[in-house]
Nanobody, 122 residues
Framework: QVELVESGGGLVQAGGSLRLSCAASGATFSNVNMGWFRQAPGKEREFVVYIKRSGGYTAYADSVKGRFTISRDNAKNTVYLQMNTLRPEDTAIYYC???????????????WGQGTQVTVSS
C-alpha cells in the first residue's frame, strides 16, 4: 500500500508560480511511478504529468507543456511539480498519484493522494 501526501497548494495571481510536493511511503520509492492529475469544478479529473520510476521518462498534458515541470528526489521519497506562468484555467484540485513497477503506454495509477487546492486569480 502506497500512501501519498501532497503539499504546496494555495492562491496565486495569474502569471505566478507554485511548487507542489508529494511525499510517498509504503513502498520502495525507486519502484514507484509518480504523477499528477487535476480536477476543476464541474469537470472530470484529467491527467497533468507523470514521471517513471527511473526518472528518465516524463509525459505532460499539452495544456501544461513548457510551463510545468515534474521532478523526483528518490532520497526524500518525494516528487515535485513546479508550475510556472499559471493561468486561471489551471485552478483545480491537484492529486498526486502513483503506480508500481513497469509502465507501458499511459499512466494508470493505483494510489491517490487527498488532493491540494490550487487557485489562480485573474
Amino acid at each position: 500500500q502506497v500512501e501519498l501526501v501532497e503539499s504546496g497548494g494555495g492562491l496565486v495571481q495569474a502569471g505566478g508560480s507554485l511548487r507542489l510536493s508529494c511525499a510517498a511511503s509504503g513502498a520502495t520509492f525507486s519502484n514507484v511511478n509518480m504523477g499528477w492529475f487535476r480536477q476543476a469544478p464541474g469537470k472530470e479529473r484529467e491527467f497533468v504529468v507523470y514521471i517513471k520510476r527511473s526518472g528518465g521518462y516524463t509525459a505532460y498534458a499539452d495544456s501544461v507543456k513548457g510551463r510545468f515541470t515534474i521532478s523526483r528526489d528518490n532520497a526524500k521519497n518525494t516528487v515535485y511539480l513546479q508550475m510556472n506562468t499559471l493561468r486561471p484555467e489551471d485552478t483545480a484540485i491537484y492529486y498526486c498519484a502513483a503506480s508500481l513497477g513497469a509502465t507501458f503506454g499511459s499512466f494508470r495509477p493505483k494510489y491517490w493522494g487527498q488532493g491540494t487546492q490550487v487557485t489562480v486569480s485573474s
